[in-house]
């Protein structure tokens, strides 16, 4: 099993920066790709980030040149850095790894934009 355990969300004004990051513990080795996701009130999950072990990213559109994804294997821990943050990033952000053919997901933190 893998655990994984997000944190670093809260509320910012427009224009502001957070850091989340996506602690991993338990049998993790073999954790190929990790990624965030976010899902805003009424929308579906939606791909925000996505990093595999090698360190390929790629990002959605919306948060391109904004977020940063990144991963340290020594500390088992991926990071999100956004940065310009809008309103519309306002959301619940999820962190998963994929191993094996199966995705784990956390809990999730809250995201909130709002001046």
């Known amino acids: 099993q893998v655990q994984l355990v997000e944190s670093g969300g809260g509320l910012v004004q427009p224009g502001g920066s957070l850091r989340l990051s996506c602690a991993a513990s338990?049998?993790?080795?073999?954790?190929?790709?990790m990624g965030w996701y976010r899902q805003a009130p009424g929308k579906q999950r939606e791909l925000v980030a996505h990093?595999?072990?090698?360190?390929?990213?790629n990002y959605a559109d919306s948060v391109k040149g904004r977020f940063t994804i990144s991963r340290d294997n020594v500390v088992n821990t991926m990071y999100l850095q956004m940065n310009s943050l809008k309103p519309e990033d306002t959301a619940v952000y999820y962190c998963?790894?994929?191993?094996?053919?199966?995705?784990?997901w956390g809990q999730g933190t809250q995201v909130t934009v709002s001046s």
């Open positions: 338990g049998d993790i080795f073999g954790i190929y790709a």
């Open positions: 990093i595999t072990s090698r360190g390929s990213t």
């Open positions: 998963n790894g994929a191993k094996s053919g199966v995705l784990y």
